[in-house]
């Protein structure tokens, strides 16, 4: 199998880099989260292991409810990689809100919305949900993103996700989400109300976690002006 060495670099993110690579054949993401020289050289490794090991099993959970996500090839513990499904055409949901118009922002904050309540009434929650972990493709004409009914979006970067999700976990994740929009997209008011009512719509039983999500939300605000 191809080994980073020999693939072309195509991301260089803070806890990972992303290549161009191959698996039989079929082009893939070739995703490598490489050593972090401030960490004990112990620790890193099993966090690295950890982080694998739960974006690994996110990825196949996702695929067994019917929500799209890469498809996992391969992925080595030791090697600190994992081969993946690539969406050439994919682009990010941060670049689709940033160029989009107020259609397209709701159909993507509906849809964001769903998945998330799919995820969560299965107890998976994902851990670090920010606009750039998740991408928006086009699976008949590529590159052409103006209709939405053509469109899916794909959740993906699950390396902190959590598989046994109390209310907390999924309130906690929820609050992480509406902090990244706030810091992300100056349309976040127009993205976070209508993303929670498409979540609760299609999560029956979310009570819990939305009250979870309003009690963080409330100590956030509480931290925040006692500065
Ligand atoms: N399977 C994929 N297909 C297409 N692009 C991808 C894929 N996986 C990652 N990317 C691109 O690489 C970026 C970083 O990947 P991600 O898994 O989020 O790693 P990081 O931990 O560095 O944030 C994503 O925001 C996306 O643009
Ligand atoms: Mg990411």
């Not at 391969?74 to 259609?103: C, Q, V």
């Not at 998330?116 to 493709?137: C, I, Q």
């Not at 590529?142 to 979006?153: A, H």
Request: glycine share 4%; net charge neutral; hydrophobic share 35%.
């Amino acid at each position: 199998m191809a080994e980073p060495d020999d693939c072309v670099l195509l991301k260089q993110g803070a806890e990972a880099r992303i290549y161009l690579s191959a698996y039989k054949d079929t082009p893939c993401i070739l995703k490598e989260r490489f050593p972090k020289k401030f960490r004990h050289p112990e620790l890193d490794k099993q966090l690295t292991r950890s982080r694998i090991r739960a974006e690994v099993k996110a990825l196949k959970t996702c695929a067994t409810l019917g929500l799209k996500t890469p498809q996992v090839f391969a992925s080595d513990l030791d090697k600190r990689t994992i081969h993946m499904e690539f969406f050439p055409f994919a682009i990010t949901a941060k670049d689709y809100i940033i160029n989009g118009n107020d259609e397209q922002i709701t159909w993507i904050s509906q849809e964001i919305g769903k998945y998330l309540a799919k995820m969560h009434s299965n107890k998976l929650v994902h851990g670090d949900l920010t606009t750039s972990n998740v991408l928006v493709y086009n699976e008949a004409s590529e590159d052409d993103f103006s209709n939405t009914e053509e469109l899916k979006i794909i959740f993906i970067d699950f390396g902190l996700s959590q598989h046994e999700a109390s209310a907390e976990d999924k309130g906690v994740d929820l609050y992480v989400l509406e902090r990244a929009l706030l810091s992300t997209h100056s349309v976040a008011d127009q993205i976070f109300p209508t993303i929670l009512e498409a979540y609760k719509n299609e999560y029956k039983n979310c009570a819990d976690a939305v009250r979870k999500f309003e009690e963080v939300r409330a100590r956030g605000r509480k931290r925040t002006m006692v500065g």
